[in-house]
């Protein structure tokens, strides 16, 4: 029964392949082959679509619109949970426990509620259609994650560390950068992964909160397919290159994820 | 001392969390609230309610029925998901390459902007160009998801199974991989059954990452949106309008405010509600 | 410098974990801090540290208060029981790291590392990571990088505990030498008897958050101030029993007495508790003072140079230790002899009155 | 229960070993007699933990093969061995009450529940669990999960061997004395053989009838505590059994008698001259050593109060030799001369006991 284990795995991402090549094969057909006759792989094979995409502005930009709040967003998420997922890991505080909760509920607020006060709040603050605004819209659910990803690990730092670079002379701020950063930088870089990943692939409130400068690449496709009609060449192709960022960069985190969920209290 | 250090300079650690979160998080919820106890007539007229929208919520049958949908759904996908996905995390690799392998392939789902993973799942699905409707179809079944409603709900289930499974199957295999050989020695030398092995080994040691997982598969199904309004649009007729999708029917397209910021907290109340009993029962088990 | 703590307690929450204890440590030799697991030794050098603040009380080093002194400006080192050295670092960048925050110039720090680097053996690995080294020479790297920084204070917190047992041997016998005329304060914790002995020195024996005696080792060894001191420095467990003194004898059992003699004499007749080190209870006759006692055999265990037979006398588990071999029958009633000239006396209070 | 025996053992983690470093085992044939205590004794890394795997089928050997009495279980799966082990980290089912963790092994193999009952109770009241019983497994300290594990091995009437892989090493310090001596009165008293795998010589010198000695893969030296005390075969045994260790010191034969620093050392027996070999040795432990009016003239450098002996640093030119003091034996002054017992004082080449 042991050697048939490897069938199960199998047939699951078998599965999983299934749509996505499903989506590819698509992207290099012309319209007239998609909608004309059902043909498994591409009979006309053609790169339009792709070029398309590469030299139309209002297509590439999307793609850099949404990854700069993307980045944006990982970058102030993983800097403002640091200390804090220090602080829940070596001190106890008045109403630590409470404040870690009240940070997990966040999470559970479903953004289709709050797509609305979201908008008058950034128009609100001037921040309508920057990428800012996408980017600290996003800490709402991704702080959260970071916070209790990052206390996982760190819980896994022994407090002497943090002792023995005190008794060195280090001031609290240098042994934080240059010594217990270092030490959990996998867990930076799984909780960077959760970030990117999250805020990749939410698509509500960055709608609600963009219009033309910042309009993320998902959204564009949302555009299109309704006023263009259908060319669904030209969505699966931008489709496809939705994957490529993230799957890049799950391949260098790979070896952290299981840890990064395994620690991590709730 | 073990114990953590008593430190109320702490909370300028956490300060510029709880700003950031706040910012996002009380704000738009008081606007909220504001907005479901008054009445607009647009121009930014309001009128005092109270509970008024409250109570008509509570009491229509519209919501009434997306708010059973949404626990018909939520019920079933978390009984495909766990399962299967503690399955598949049973039967991985424990060393080598494959890992690796296993590991970027199965997260690729979970990587897919949620209105692409619908679109790609409506194409992929459609009865005429899609691979998914073709099969069906070919098999002698009649499938159509944009017309029949069990289609729809099939392939709802199905693309919400593809999409999530991974995440169960991540979470159950870090369970996994944190059990000690010595305890499969132990079971291997006290004569286990495999089936021992699972019930007094493997579930056990998982059982944290496993209320993780059900935690977040919980609430992520509970608030669903995007996927389905992009697969189905909540039709045909509503028999797909889950929660999410009939609040924003309401909020945006009708802009009756005062019933959708309510219906909104009702909503929120659910969620949270649930989750505290979830988060209370983890910790008094945890100081067990 | 001297280290002092003046009626420092410290507590956390409801619990104790230090009850009120005033001790003036010695600059000429370790000072010894002896107790079990909990008894307060790692709380106790985390308040002489600087690490966290006593509830109640001052420390007092080199005649300035420090109690409110942060851990930074102190000028101390710590050496922790696990291993614990900067995973991102090289060894060479380890024990420089303290040099380098206090902004020695390179010169000097390039001298003191190699300078403790050749005295630990660690010079082959100064540029390889803590986690490619054995556990032994991590601990060594933690150590030098204590010695580098020639700080006035050194705190070790068992230092050797978890390493293997030759090499716990190896450098308990360098470590009072390393620290040799440093004319630094070394605070030594351990829960182990024997290794206290082994590093001589000054010796404060702790229980549960007390200290209960502080003195040279051999003298808080042999003329403990009460029972509980006895217990803490006694590895295998001390024995002891009930006795009454009358009519100018000690009485155990009806069977057992001995004769008061010495400083006893001016004992009152009455109960006291008898302690008396296992390898003073042997299974053969004593040149002096011999008294024999019988108990029913628990166990027996021979190491090759020595038996030790646990029995039981009257409901209570003594031990023997003694030289050569000698076997028992589990079960089986055995004599054992006692060296009543090592018996200590102690009184309702547990303090020590006569030995 | 059956005497087990290793024949032409030799194992490799390596798909095709070449070197002779590439075996974890060297080629070794070892019988363990039924009933005994055995230990197995070595440093980390010498391949003991290894040697256990084999026997309890963890692993499979690359060569040679493993018998339980007449049968050849060389291929046979743990479950099938009829053994019990007990791991260095308890290992306790969770969501059971310690009671039915006691069960287990003896449900797993259908036997009828009153007699699991019986054997149940029969068990916890040796370990002390009985109160404890219906407890949850999870709430309980080290010490309680690892008696668990001992029980679970104990409750099986027909196993062929108990094994224990280093059991004390998450045991708080003065807690080993009480569960070392408990797992000595339990082979006492129900007479399995037991194989206990340790790094430590006084938990192996304690509980062993039988001490198998390991170094680099190569079993050195199997015997007794006293064999292993007294005449140890290699200067690994000696160096690595009995703290401190033997002092080993170089020497030259002539007429049959080993020289050091020109003076003849008689060994109670003639030594042939060895031409052969590399390195002539002489070893004696520091038991065996004592002050003398003749003999090796020596400086006394350091002396180190242990309680119930000194441990003395004699020096003779380049060599430092130890020895052992009784507490109150008096010491003579800085210059003395030492003496070793002839009958204690054994002849090494290259490592090896000559005879």
């Known amino acids: 029964m042991r050697r048939f284990t490897w069938l199960v795995p199998t047939l699951y991402i078998l599965f999983l392949m299934l749509p996505i090549y499903w989506l590819l094969n698509m992207s290099f057909k012309t319209t007239n082959e998609i909608l004309g006759v059902f043909t498994l792989w591409p009979r006309e094979f053609t790169l339009d679509n792709y070029r398309k995409i590469f030299t139309d502005p209002t297509w590439y930009n999307g793609y850099l619109n949404s990854l700069s709040y993307v980045v944006m967003n990982t970058v102030i998420s993983v800097t403002a949970a640091l200390p804090a997922a220090y602080a829940f890991s070596r001190y106890r505080f008045l109403g630590d426990k409470h404040l870690f909760f009240w940070l997990l509920t966040n999470r559970m607020a479903p953004p289709a509620v709050f797509a609305l006060p979201f908008f008058q709040l950034y128009s609100a603050v001037n921040l309508f259609d920057t990428y800012i605004a996408v980017a600290l819209a996003h800490c709402l659910f991704n702080i959260p994650l970071a916070v209790w990803i990052l206390e996982g690990f760190m819980s896994g730092v022994p407090k002497e560390l943090d002792e023995t670079a005190y008794v060195d002379g280090y001031p609290f701020w240098r042994f934080f950068v240059k010594i217990f950063i270092p030490t959990i930088a996998a867990g930076i870089g799984v909780a960077a992964f959760f970030c990117f990943m999250f805020s990749w692939v939410e698509l509500l409130l960055a709608k609600t909160l963009t219009s033309v400068a910042a309009k993320p690449i998902a959204a564009t496709m949302t555009r299109t397919a309704s006023t263009a009609g259908y060319e669904l060449g030209l969505l699966a192709a931008a489709g496809t290159l939705t994957i490529i960022p993230g799957a890049f960069v799950i391949y260098f985190v790979r070896n952290y994820i299981a840890k990064g969920f395994a620690l991590g209290r709730v | 001392m073990a114990t953590k250090t008593q430190n109320s300079r702490a909370w300028l650690f956490v300060l510029p969390v709880v700003v950031l979160v706040a910012f996002n998080a009380l704000i738009p919820l008081m606007t909220v609230v504001n907005y479901s106890v008054q009445e607009t007539f647009g121009d930014n007229v309001f009128f005092w309610e109270g509970v008024k929208w409250f109570e008509q919520v509570l009491h229509s049958e519209r919501f009434h029925a997306s708010l059973l949908r949404q626990l018909m759904f939520t019920s079933i996908i978390l009984m495909i998901e766990v399962p299967l996905g503690v399955a598949i995390a049973l039967s991985m690799p424990k060393k080598g390459i494959g890992v690796s392998v296993c590991l970027v392939l199965m997260a690729l789902p979970l990587l897919i902007p949620w209105n692409v993973v619908g679109a790609m799942w409506n194409i992929f699905a459609l009865p005429d160009i899609g691979l998914l409707g073709r099969m069906i179809n070919g098999l002698g079944i009649d499938y159509n998801f944009t017309q029949q409603p069990g289609a729809a709900w099939f392939t709802t289930i199905l693309m919400d199974v593809w999409h999530w499974t991974s995440l169960v199957v991540l979470l159950a295999y870090a369970g996994l991989r944190s059990i000690p050989d010595a305890y499969y020695q132990a079971a291997k030398i006290d004569g286990a059954t495999p089936w021992a092995v699972f019930r007094f080994i493997q579930l056990p040691k998982m059982k944290r990452v496993l209320t993780i997982a059900i935690l977040l598969r919980f609430m992520d199904s509970f608030m669903i949106y995007t996927e389905p309004f992009v697969l189905t649009g909540g039709g045909p007729g509503n028999t797909t309008t889950f929660l999410s999708i009939d609040l924003v029917k309401i909020a945006l397209g009708q802009f009756d405010l005062g019933p959708a910021a309510a219906m909104s907290l009702i909503y929120f109340l659910i969620v949270l509600l649930l989750c505290w009993v979830f988060y209370t029962l983890m910790m008094r088990h945890e100081a067990q | ?355 | 229960m059956s005497e087990i025996s290793l024949r032409e053992l030799r194992h490799s983690y390596l798909e095709t070993p070449q070197a002779d470093a590439d075996w974890a085992l060297k080629k070794m044939s070892v019988d363990w007699s039924e009933g005994g205590a055995y230990a197995l004794l070595g440093p980390s890394g010498c391949g003991k933990t290894t040697l256990l795997n084999i026997i309890s089928g963890l692993l499979t050997p690359t060569e040679g093969e493993v018998w339980f009495g007449d049968k050849n279980v060389t291929n046979m799966p743990p479950d099938q061995r009829n053994i019990a082990q007990v791991f260095q980290f308890p290992v306790v089912y969770d969501t059971m009450t310690v009671y039915e963790n006691l069960c287990f092994p003896l449900r797993n193999r259908g036997i009828p529940a009153a007699e699991v009952d019986r054997k149940v109770r029969e068990i916890a009241a040796m370990l002390d669990l009985d109160e404890m019983l219906p407890r949850r497994a999870s709430g309980l300290t080290a010490d309680g999960k690892q008696k668990i594990s001992l029980g679970r091995g104990l409750v099986r009437s027909d196993v062929n061997v108990i094994m224990f892989d280093e059991p004390l090493t998450v045991i708080d310090p003065h807690l080993k004395w009480v569960l070392r001596s408990k797992l000595k009165e339990l082979h006492q008293r129900i007479g399995t053989t037991m194989i206990y795998v340790t790094h430590d010589q006084t938990e192996a010198l304690t509980f062993a009838d039988q001490v198998v000695v390991m170094h680099e893969g190569t079993v050195v030296q199997i015997g007794t505590p006293v064999d292993l005390f007294e005449r140890p075969r290699h200067t690994f045994v000696g160096h690595f059994i009995g703290s401190p260790g033997m002092n080993v010191l170089p020497c030259e034969i002539e007429n049959g008698t080993p020289l050091f620093a020109g003076q003849p050392i008689p060994v109670g027996h003639a030594i042939a001259h060895r031409d052969g070999a590399e390195r002539l040795e002489i070893g004696v432990r520091p038991e065996f050593i004592s002050f003398a009016a003749e003999g090796i003239p020596v400086e006394i450098v350091k002396v180190s109060d242990a309680g119930r002996y000194s441990i003395v640093d004699a020096r003779h030119g380049e060599h430092v030799i130890k020895l052992l003091v009784p507490e109150g034996d008096s010491l003579p002054a800085e210059s003395a001369h030492i003496h070793f017992d002839p009958g204690h004082t054994q002849v090494y080449a290259d490592g090896w006991m000559v005879n």
């Not at chain 3, 801090?33 to 080199?62: D, N, V, Y």
């Open chain 3, 1 to 355: 410098m001297t280290l002092e703590l003046r009626h420092v307690s410290k507590r956390v929450g409801a619990e104790m974990y230090i009850y009120e204890s005033s001790l003036e440590f010695r600059e000429d030799g370790f000072n010894i801090l002896l107790g079990t697991t909990l008894a307060g030794k790692t709380s106790l050098m985390q308040l002489m540290a600087g690490l966290e603040r006593p509830t109640s009380g001052e420390i007092w080093f080199g005649g300035k208060n420090v109690t409110g002194v942060s851990v930074q400006k102190r000028n101390v080192s710590m050496v922790h029981q696990q291993f614990i050295n900067y995973p991102n670092f090289s060894v060479f960048e380890n024990i420089a790291s303290p040099l380098r925050v206090a902004r020695l110039a390179r010169a000097e720090i390039d001298r003191r590392v190699g300078e403790v680097s050749e005295m630990l053996r660690l010079t082959p690995m100064l540029d390889r990571r803590p986690s490619e080294l054995s556990g032994g020479q991590q601990q060594r790297t933690a150590l030098a990088r204590a010695l580098a920084k020639d700080s006035d204070l050194v705190l070790l917190d068992e230092p050797l505990a978890n390493l293997d047992y030759k090499l716990r041997e190896e450098l308990r016998d360098e470590l009072p030498r390393l620290f040799r005329d440093r004319g630094c304060t070394v605070v030594y914790a351990t829960s182990e008897p024997t290794e206290a002995l082994l590093l001589g020195g000054y010796t404060a024996t702790m229980h549960e958050g007390r200290i209960t005696q502080f003195g040279e080792t051999a003298t808080v060894y042999r003329q403990p101030a009460d029972l509980l001191s006895a217990q803490v420095f006694s590895d295998p467990p001390i024995n002891t029993a009930t006795v009454t003194k009358q009519n100018g004898r000690f009485v155990l059992s009806e069977a057992v007495s001995w004769p008061v003699s010495g400083n006893q004499e001016a004992l009152r007749d009455g109960r006291y508790a008898v302690a008396i080190r296992p390898h003073h209870v042997t299974p053969f006759a004593q040149e002096k003072n011999d008294v024999r006692i019988e108990g029913r055999v628990l166990v027996t265990e021979l190491s090759g140079s020595e038996s030790v037979v646990h029995f039981d006398l009257g409901g209570q588990t003594w031990i023997s230790q003694s030289h050569g071999i000698h076997a028992f029958e589990v079960g089986a009633s055995a004599s054992f002899h006692v060296d009543t000239g090592q018996c200590m006396y102690f009184g309702d209070d547990n303090e020590l009155l006569a030995a």
